[in-house]
């Protein structure tokens, strides 16, 4: 069967995507240096049955640095950040199955849909402060304080935890995370912030942001292949949430004690995590040139607004790399168009442009994060062109 | 073409295959026979659990089912409900392909999925001559869906638990079913089957009427030279009980009360809420909605 990549050289747009993009030597590398003849890479070498534990190349070394990088004292790698977000519900649910809190956790209205089902997973009940709607979408830290009292005072328990999602997958909304981790921190409720779409992309300190657990999207926002996440915690956490296997089958006595079972045993010993270790260097370095990036994409988002039927939606200033605009400039034309809602995916795929969700044209969500000014021009003008055919 | 039964079963999460009826008034070629006389209500459980059967008469050990399923007229009294006139030369009990009609067994809480689906099913039976009777001649002849809840032979030297019943469809009805059931798990609301708002339908209905298309949780159009967007707030508690207009506008612009105007980037919005009541519109309806609207934006905002 020929399969072949059809997107081969596209420039991709898709915000789920652009952070997660490999610099084209690590691409280089990961096939030159047979990488990728093998899913278990870096397993040659694995002494202690635990792929985070392996020293040549040395992925304690990488999870150290890793927890280092983002203020924590402990780092694991996992099956994407969904499994990171499973490992800490799993954690506390057991916190609310001893009793020392409730099993409902808060999540804030933007929260991604893997937060919901790894809680779901859990048996944990999930309540949302309220947003302010239309077209911004923004919360207040002083909601999630009384939705707190609110959960304390219905169940007689604090929650479990507290979940904040630094960048939302809708609006790209920036959460106030400083302001709801000193909240926590009062009131004594473990803190989980899922950074998928900013860790690797900018700074972030979990100590000074008082989280308490740190989940992070490598192939979203830290330059590798997936599915990758990492779990980032510090020592007064990962003892509970990296707690190893302790139990025991009752016939042949075997034990798993290095395993951990919160992130299923032993997690990725493959290729994304090689691609992930590759790029660390590139994506610390990255992250100081955030600003540049932001102003990059404030630019772009005021072009796009410049044409026409088209307003962005969330903060505005916005103060993230995805940009959700309402388009009902475009979606007039699809209306006429004998394609329909997917005439606006094939016109930016005629010009080498790939990434908008096809189908739609009320709403698109694109990035041009890491594009270079040329480049951004190019997606801008394409846009005008398309909007021009009105 | 939609494959009714794997369809149906996956939806209902049932063990038992749908089995088709087919009511045949020509001596088919070949007979796929049980090896011993059986009930027909025997036969349709069977076939739930993979079996096939075409039989004829002698192979029948129920003499009711013989009326039922039109293998014989009556004599004496009449029994309903029946297949008549009595033309019936085999039966084939098993595919659905091709079948007349389509049994399914049910327990309570997969009939209420079939019912929900179905848009309701209106259900005639008493508890005898059911699965040969209710299920079988009563929709063959009427073309119309029923339930059965069995009777005493089916439960008893049938086989079928307490907690089973059928439900029977005409095979039209079946395929529209399924038809349906893949539809939905298509969409299930929106391409990714997730749902980014849950306003009820006539609300959305009643402003796309007024001509404003639903975005992601809010409305968007035109009035006049306005761009106008429609959001429905919530209490705390999650009941959508106020209605926000908002007038984006890329520049300067001026409001009075009830309206506000706040910069956002490079745009001012226009924004006011209300209890749909006080200013007289009527969401589910739709009634004055583009009226009321106009009348507020043209008293209180003004292009600078």
Redesign the interface.
């Known amino acids: 069967m020929e399969f072949t990549n059809k997107y081969k050289g596209y420039t991709i747009v898709n915000p789920l995507m652009t952070g997660g993009i490999l610099p084209e030597d690590i691409q280089k590398n990961l096939c030159n240096e047979e990488w990728l003849r093998v899913g278990y890479s870096l397993c040659f070498n694995c002494l202690e049955g635990r792929s985070s534990l392996v020293t040549k190349p040395s992925v304690k070394d990488h999870l150290q640095k890793i927890a280092e990088f983002f203020g924590g004292d402990v780092a694991e790698h996992t099956f994407g950040c969904r499994a990171a977000q499973f490992a800490v519900m799993h954690t506390v649910r057991e916190l609310a199955k001893e009793g020392s809190y409730s099993d409902t956790i808060i999540a804030d209205p933007n929260s991604h ?1 893997t937060t919901n089902i790894a809680a779901e997973m859990n048996g944990l009940k999930v309540t949302e402060p ?1 947003h302010s ?4 979408y923004n919360y207040t830290a002083e909601s999630f304080a009384d939705k707190i009292d609110e959960v304390k005072k219905d169940t007689g328990k604090l929650p479990a935890l507290v979940v904040v999602t630094h960048v939302d997958p ?1 609006y790209g909304n920036l959460a106030p995370v400083k302001e709801i981790g000193k909240i926590c921190e009062e009131k004594e409720v473990p803190y989980m912030v899922n950074a998928a779409y900013t860790g690797g992309i900018l700074p972030i300190n979990i100590k000074e942001l008082k989280v308490d657990f740190l989940t992070l999207s490598a192939h979203k926002s830290m330059a590798s292949l997936g599915p990758l996440g990492y779990l980032v915690t510090t020592f007064e956490h990962s003892k509970k949430v990296f707690q190893t296997s302790k139990q025991r089958p009752d016939w042949s006595g075997r034990a798993f004690g290095k395993k951990i079972p919160n992130i299923f045993g032993c997690s990725v010993g493959g290729i994304p995590l090689i691609s992930s270790m590759l790029s660390f260097s590139h994506v610390k370095k990255r992250v100081q040139s955030w600003e540049t990036e932001l102003e990059k994409t404030r630019r772009f ?2 072009d796009m ?1 410049d044409l026409g039927g088209i ?2 939606l969330g903060q ?3 103060n993230h790399h995805l940009l959700h605009f ?1 388009t ?1 400039g475009l ?1 007039e034309i699809s209306q006429k168009h004998k394609r329909k809602g997917f005439f606006l995916s094939e016109e930016l795929e005629k010009r080498k442009i790939n990434g908008v969700h096809k ?1 739609l044209t ?2 698109i969500k694109i990035s041009v994060y890491g594009l270079d000014k040329e480049e951004i021009k190019r997606i801008g003008d394409a846009f005008r062109e398309i909007a021009d055919k009105k | 073409m939609v494959d009714i039964d794997n369809t149906i079963r996956s939806y209902l999460g049932s063990k038992y295959r749908l089995v088709g009826i087919k009511i045949l008034n020509e001596i088919p070629k070949d007979f796929n026979r049980p090896k011993k006389p059986l009930r027909h209500c025997q036969m349709v459980r069977e076939a739930a659990l993979g079996k096939t059967f075409t039989y004829d008469a002698k192979d029948l050990s129920c003499p009711n089912a013989e009326l039922a399923l039109g293998f014989v007229e009556p004599k004496y009294v009449d029994v309903e409900p029946r297949i008549k006139p009595s033309n019936t030369k085999a039966v084939r009990v098993g595919p659905v392909e091709g079948a007349d009609v389509v049994l399914a067994i049910v327990t309570p809480k997969q009939l209420m999925d079939l019912a929900v689906i179905s848009g309701g099913i209106s259900a005639q039976f008493k508890g005898e001559i059911a699965v040969c009777g209710e299920a079988t001649a009563k929709v063959f002849m009427e073309g119309k869906p029923n339930i059965t809840v069995l009777c005493n032979g089916a439960r008893i030297l049938g086989e079928y638990k307490d907690s089973e019943l059928i439900v029977s469809l005409p095979y039209d009805d079946a395929k529209k079913i399924a038809e349906k059931i893949v539809t939905l798990e298509k969409k299930g609301g929106a ?1 990714c089957g ?1 749902l980014t708002s849950d306003i009820p339908k006539q609300i959305i209905l009643s402003l796309k009427d007024n001509g404003f ?1 639903k ?4 409305f ?1 159009g035109r009035i006049d030279d306005w ?1 106008v ?1 429609i ?1 429905l ?2 209490d ?1 508690g999650g009941r959508y009980d106020r209605i ?1 207009i ?1 007038v ?1 506008v ?1 520049g300067e612009v001026k409001a009075q009360k009830p309206f506000t105007v706040r910069k ?4 001012s ?1 226009v924004t006011g809420t209300f209890e749909p009541e006080e200013i007289g519109i009527n969401l589910n309806s739709g009634e004055n909605l583009k009226e009321t609207i106009r009348a507020l934006i043209e008293k209180n905002v003004k292009m600078e």
């Not at chain 1, 709607?133 to 911004?136: D, R």
């Open positions: 849909y309220p709607g239309y077209p911004e809708y988002a005021d607004e307003m962005l505005n200033p916005h309402e009902p979606w189908g009320k709403h | 391409l997730c298309e975005g992601t949780d809010y968007f761009d967007r959001y707030d919530k705390q926000t908002h984006p890329k956002r980037g490079n745009w919005d």
